[in-house]
């Protein structure tokens, strides 16, 4: 009897240990920035959320899905502007999964397609502007792509965070064409500012010419003034009109001078 015994525990615990390991194997550690997506028999069953989860084996699958936001560098690319100035541009796009089960079931490769995806609006979008338009609202541009993208990756459970020009190189001939236009705009605002001065000079002068003019005797004191200041240098020899008012003034003192002499 004792033997019999023995021989079943035996042959139960020869039994438990390849249940056991077929238990352990079933059981599946999902992380905290991850979903798993379980197929039963082939078909969606449903989402797997962060934890141990119990997976059949033989009748059910699952598929891991980070939820994580991404980063996609979209391919280096030439692009002909609507003026038809060829541009390459790099870019860069953050995106992340919101729903496992449709980036599964939906889409391949919803990595791989997003990034297809992208290159072939930014491709669009940049075709319909000109150059300068490309330059001075990039930041437009860029969100306009991604709003673009976002829209047809919602069927993915993929949202589209940010698309990002990182890089716009022109060729060598067009930079040396705009730093052209950068630096006739420069003497094109040197020469309005200079003749803004010239206007603003001219303004001052006319109204010291009328200030002077509408009162007696301040010419006088202007030209003295002015005569006291050029004197002070030995070294230059002035020849100065001297208007006639001041002239006969001067007869007159002379005469009333030699006259006292008398």
């Known amino acids: 009897m004792a033997a019999v015994i023995g021989v079943f525990f035996s042959a139960g615990a020869l039994l438990f240990v390849p249940v056991l390991i077929i238990l352990a194997s079933c059981i599946k550690q999902i992380e905290q920035y991850e979903r798993g997506v379980r197929f039963s028999f082939g078909k969606f069953s449903g989402i797997m959320n962060p934890g141990w989860r119990f997976v059949f084996p033989i009748i059910q699958t699952y598929r891991k899905v980070d939820m994580r936001i991404k980063t996609g560098d979209v391919p280096d690319q030439e692009i002909i ?93 067009m930079k040396r064409t705009i730093a052209k236009q950068a630096e006739a705009e420069r003497e094109k605002r040197a020469v309005i500012i200079n003749a803004e001065g010239e206007k603003i000079a001219a303004e001052n002068l006319a109204a010291a010419a009328q200030m002077l003019g509408s009162t007696p005797g301040a010419l006088h004191l202007r030209t003295l003034t002015a005569i006291n200041d050029i004197s002070s240098d030995d070294t230059n020899t002035v020849v100065f009109c001297i208007p006639l008012e001041v002239l006969r003034a001067l007869e007159g003192l002379n005469k009333f001078l030699e006259k006292k002499s008398e």
Do not use: C
């Open 81 to 173: 502007t609507k003026d038809n100035i060829p541009v390459n541009i790099k870019a860069v796009i953050y995106y992340r999964v919101i729903d496992a089960g449709k980036s599964i079931i939906e889409v391949e490769s919803f990595t791989y397609a997003v990034i297809q995806l992208a290159q072939v609006i930014m491709r669009n979008v940049i075709g319909q502007v000109e150059l300068d338009q490309l330059l001075g609202h990039l930041e437009t541009i860029s969100q306009k792509i991604q709003t673009m993208v976002d829209e047809r990756t919602e069927a993915w459970g993929v949202d589209v965070q940010s698309v990002e020009l990182k890089d716009i190189s022109l060729p060598d001939n």
